[in-house]
């Protein structure tokens, strides 16, 4: 895979033995631009040897929480980044802000159709939250993955 023009890779160490990698990249803020994102995280986390579980565990985190900036901020761009820091995997997913509120799970009845996105990372996820992007506007929502290595 070729990165984006946007991507930075690193690599350095990080945890036991496990060197840290880091991808970003950048994609409009368009429903069709969460199928580029999930296909980019499930490339990365192969390439990175990463298993077929944690890698769709990854792209169904990814994908709930680039959907929920599509749908709840009126972002042009978002961001996403990847960081493999040995015991986990954080996936990172910036907006441009202007949302309605901070992301939380929310208590979907059973005929609704969506609204269970939040539950699910919850789910999946050995920790998830929310910060202030750096640039001042918008919001940072992470998830960090348990990373299940075979011993050396």
Not at 109 to 127: P, Y
Request: hydrophobic content about 40%.
């Amino acid at each position: 895979m070729v990165p984006s023009t946007d991507a930075r890779r690193h690599t350095g160490r990080s945890g036991v033995g496990v060197p840290s990698r880091r991808d970003v990249f950048r994609l409009p803020a368009l429903s069709a631009s969460v199928a580029d994102a999930r296909g980019r995280v499930r490339a990365r986390l192969r390439e990175w040897g990463l298993g077929a579980e944690l890698r769709d565990d990854a792209c169904l985190v990814v994908t709930e929480l680039f959907t929920n900036a599509v749908r709840h901020t009126d972002s042009e761009k978002i961001t996403c980044a990847l960081h493999d820091a040995g015991l986990v995997i954080r996936l990172e997913v910036t907006d441009q802000g202007c949302g309605d509120r901070d992301p939380v799970p929310y208590a979907a009845q059973d005929d609704e159709e969506g609204g269970r996105g939040l539950l699910l990372v919850s789910v999946l996820a050995a920790a998830w939250g929310s910060d202030p992007a750096a640039e001042g506007t918008g919001r940072v929502v992470w998830a960090e993955l348990a990373v299940h290595r075979p011993p050396c």
